[in-house]
Structure formats: structure tokens, C-alpha cells
């Protein structure tokens, strides 16, 4: 049996990081550059004891859609052994690859491995990029994997993350940097449901926000370079909204980013 930890750290991989990946080719003129014009199934999947489970990527004359779940006729598809070995693969705790389908599309499949190469080196930055757009692209993937895995966790069960959203009325938690609203993200709980969203919510002002004054102090904090109460007295980060709350949304931050790597 495959331990819920595992699990847990499944689902984020597979619902809230590699979902990543379309927002990295959008953004990598390299990598969109690959695509062009290009149409095909690419898919990213496991094994499990009663099914298999895995996000597909649907590629329409060079655009992308990301799909939860897997299709049965993927011109491209990595396949690994095992919900840990796909887990490991993507912490960088194991360099195994997964098996292959797909050598007679050898370029789309060349491609599709230098993408994801570029997600895990975005992810895996211990410092920030030097080159503005992608500090800028750096934040917003950050902003996007906390929004979601936060969410993931919910409709994973994981216990913690759940009682928070059952107790809960319908608030908005939100991460967004001065005048940068493009990179915003946020999540809606509500009597045990959340859905997580890109951008702005614009319905109401947010229960809670954490507004960063720039993209390099929101990098500060997100790569854990500055520390959180130097930041906050400097008003580098302003929690918008009861500090209490601010706190319980770090730890589930730390939490997503614990299962990630």
C-alpha cells in the first residue's frame, strides 16, 4: 500500500506542478518556439496498484490545454513504474527515467524534455534569475503551484488542510505583487470546498492577501533568502488582513513545498 504522504505529494505533482509546464512554454519564446505549430497528446503518468493516474497536455496547432487525468492514445507519454518513482523523478531525488512512449515523434519528444528540464530548473532555483521576465516568470509559477497545491491537499483529504477549509466560511486568500497584478493568484474556501484561480479576484477585496512592494522582495520570501520578519517590518511583505490567518496560510505554504520536493 502506498503511503498517504506519498499520495499527497502525488497530487501536487500531478495537479499543481506539471500543470506549470503550459505556463513555462507560453512564457519561454526557446520553448514556444518548439511547438509551433505542432498538434499532439502529451501525457505524464504513473502506474498505481488499481489504475493509472496522470496529467495529459492536448496540442492544438501550438496551444496548449492542460488535462487532469490520463487519455489512452497519447502520441508522447513518460510512464513511470510507480507513484513514488514518479515523486522522486520530480524531486530530483531520482534520475531512473520513466519508460517511453513516443521515439517516432523524436523532436516533440526532445521538446517535451527540454520543458521539462526548464520547469525544474525554475523550481529548483535556490537564488533569483538574473533577467527581469524571468524573476517575474518565477514568481508567478510560485504564486500558482502555493494557490493550487493548497487546494490539491484539500481534495486530497490531507487532514490539517482540511479542517481549515471545513471550519471556514467563504474567504479569499491571495498572493499578488504592487502593480504586477498579471502574476497574482488566490484561493476561495468554503464549508469544505476551495478552488484555486489565477490573477486577480475582483468580486470583493480578499480576506487575506500577502502583498509584496517587488517581485525581488516577493523572491525573497518564496526562495527563503529573507527572513519573513525582517520583510514584514520593512513592509517588503504586508499581510493584508489578521496576522493570525497569515501564519496558518505560511505552514500550509511550507506544507505544499515540503510534498514538492
Known sequence: MIAMEELYANRIFLNAVLPLLKVIVENKDSLKKKFKNKTALIQISAKDSECKVGTHYKIENGSWTVIKGT?????????????PALNNFFRGKSKKLPKIKG??????????FSSLIT???????????????????LVQLYFY???????????AGHPDVSKWVK??????????????????????????????????????????????????????????????????????LIMQGAPEFG???GEFMTLVGSYAK
Open 247 to 249: 501564519a496558518q496560510l
Open 103 to 112: 521515439f517516432k515523434n523524436l523532436g516533440l519528444l526532445i521538446s517535451t
Open 167 to 236: 471550519r471556514s466560511p467563504d474567504r479569499v486568500y491571495a498572493w499578488t505583487v504592487q502593480d504586477r497584478p498579471e502574476l497574482s493568484a488566490y484561493i476561495r474556501i468554503k464549508a469544505g470546498k476551495s478552488k484555486a484561480a489565477r490573477g486577480m479576484y475582483k468580486r470583493s477585496k480578499p480576506f487575506f492577501t500577502m502583498y509584496f512592494d517587488s517581485v525581488d522582495s516577493a523572491l525573497g520570501i518564496l526562495l527563503e533568502t529573507d527572513n519573513l520578519i525582517e520583510s514584514t517590518i520593512s513592509e517588503k
Open 119 to 137: 520547469m525544474s530548473n525554475f523550481l529548483g532555483a535556490t537564488s533569483p534569475p538574473k533577467k527581469t521576465n524571468e524573476k517575474e516568470l
Open 71 to 83: 487519455t489512452s492514445s497519447p502520441d508522447i507519454e513518460l510512464e513511470f513504474k510507480s507513484i
Open 145 to 155: 503551484l502555493l494557490s493550487s497545491g493548497i487546494s490539491q491537499l484539500n481534495k
